[in-house]
């Protein structure tokens, strides 16, 4: 995500420490670079030239030449103005009379199904009790892959193809107000803001569903054409908020940096990757900051929250102190680091100079060896798992072949298995107590 354009600022940012005081060519200079890497990431052309205006106006004036290190004055007035262009916070709207019903529109494959189903697998973890409409009849695929998606997150999902889609929110509804739950969450039929009669029917269901939210999903891979699509909706029904999925596939981002300011309607939430987990809540500042190179340690860390399961995590502490710890240990380590994304989406919220030497590891490398790992371990049986004193030559010579790996690469991850019991034996006789208080 933005991985273009960080790379140009970062080069522009170091060039810019190098100087000492700024003059108004420095600065100019400065601003003409980011203002190529903005419209090279896909920024609008308006959005740019009013944002290099403000910060041209605020790095020439006393601001900066008073400063006693100028050029992370005018980095601090980069951050600062990418942050307003971003706009202002905007949570989700959870407030009146509950059930509150939120309803999911967009073209056709931008990912409302996943969107909806990750949006109430978010909320039912805050504490709701969400049902889900598998409002469009039109692509039958739709609603088997809700329903799929409903049974593996737990949540109920309401279909019924004799019903028009404002008929089945209207009954959903109702079984929501009968029933105790505090969220109903619509998708809908993939449609054009030109489609007069589907967006007819949208209108229909925001008049039979007491409606808190209408979000618009789009796909952030179709760059500039998003603004268009955003201002198309909003033109025709009431949209509040919208979601960019597949922000994770998109190197530019600048239509998720332009569309605030062009449509006046905020980003609520983010797709970051394909996993049901993989929706982070839109934060203009925290964003600002990865795409300055600066990092998200908090973003990581809630991540890594959702991701890490803290009964195992504790368990496993207890084995660790113990001198117990073995290859299911392992092996669950590597899903629990799955579920957390991408390890290209982790490096992005690493700060400063972590992220930059993060960044020249290869992802796909990493990802390889991740995978790797995981192919040898599941070739081993519960027996050797639990106790890798049996993986003699011959044991090994058949786990490699199990996993498509060589021998070298199973010795190499004994090796390292080994090397980690041998750190976790040392950390049991010098820091074991204070660790395992970390976990009470």
């Known amino acids: 995500m933005f991985d273009n354009l960080t790379g140009r600022l970062n080069e522009i940012f170091t060039q810019l420490r190098r100087k000492g005081k700024l003059s108004a060519a420095d600065v100019d200079a400065m601003l003409r ?10 920024v609008n052309y308006t959005v740019v030239k009013d ?4 910060v041209r106006e605020r790095s020439i004036g006393a601001e900066v030449s008073q400063a006693l290190n100028p050029a992370q004055q005018v980095i601090k007035i980069v951050n600062e103005e990418l ?5 202002e916070p905007a949570r989700l709207n ?7 019903a939120v309803m999911l529109v967009g073209l056709q494959g931008s990912g409302k199904t996943t969107a909806a ?23 039958p695929a739709a609603v088997k892959q809700l329903q799929t998606l409903g049974a593996k997150i737990g949540v109920e999902v309401i279909a019924d193809a004799g019903l028009k889609p404002p008929a089945l929110a209207a009954r959903a509804f109702d079984r929501a107000q009968k029933g105790g739950y505090s969220v109903v969450i619509i998708d809908t039929a993939g449609r054009s803001q030109l489609d007069q009669q589907l967006m007819d029917e949208l209108q229909q269901i925001s008049r039979k569903v007491r409606l808190v939210e209408t979000l618009l999903v789009v796909d952030a891979m179709i760059g500039q054409e998003a603004l268009n699509i955003a201002e198309g909706f909003r033109d025709t029904i009431s949209i509040t908020g919208l979601i960019f999925t597949k922000i994770d596939g998109d190197a530019r981002g600048g239509a998720a940096i332009s569309v605030r300011s062009v449509t006046g309607v905020p980003i609520k939430f983010l797709g970051t990757g394909e996993g049901i987990e993989a929706i982070e809540v839109f934060d203009p500042a925290r964003l600002a900051s990865r ?3 600066m990092g998200d340690i908090i973003g990581l860390i809630e991540k890594a929250e959702a991701a890490f399961d803290q009964k195992v995590q504790k368990d496993q502490a207890e084995r660790v102190l113990k001198g117990q710890f073995t290859f299911e240990d392992f092996a669950d380590q590597l899903k629990q680091i799955r579920k957390m994304g991408s390890i290209s989406q982790m490096m992005d919220m690493l700060p400063g100079g972590l992220g930059q030497m993060a960044r020249n590891i290869s992802p796909e490398d990493t990802e390889r060896n991740m995978r790797r790992t995981e192919a040898i371990i599941n070739s081993m049986t519960r027996e050797e798992k639990r106790n890798p004193d049996l993986l003699n030559a011959s044991r090994r010579r058949r786990i490699a072949r199990g996993s498509g790996t060589d021998v070298q690469d199973v010795n190499r991850l004994m090796k390292q ?5 041998r750190l976790m034996k040392t950390m049991q006789k010098t820091g ?3 660790l395992s208080r970390l976990f009470k």
């Open 94 to 100: 959870l407030s009146g009379v509950k059930p509150y």
């Open 51 to 54: 944002f290099i205006s403000r």
């Open 83 to 87: 942050i307003t262009t971003l706009g």
């Open 417 to 421: 298995f080994r090397d980690s019991q």
């Open 117 to 139: 189903a990750k949006l109430a697998n978010r909320l039912r973890k805050d504490g709701e009790r969400v049902l889900l409409v598998a409002g469009d009849p039109y692509r």
């Open 291 to 293: 795409i300055l190179g």
């Open 432 to 434: 074991g107590k204070g």
């Open 33 to 42: 670079e980011i203002r190529l890497a903005l419209l090279e990431a896909d």
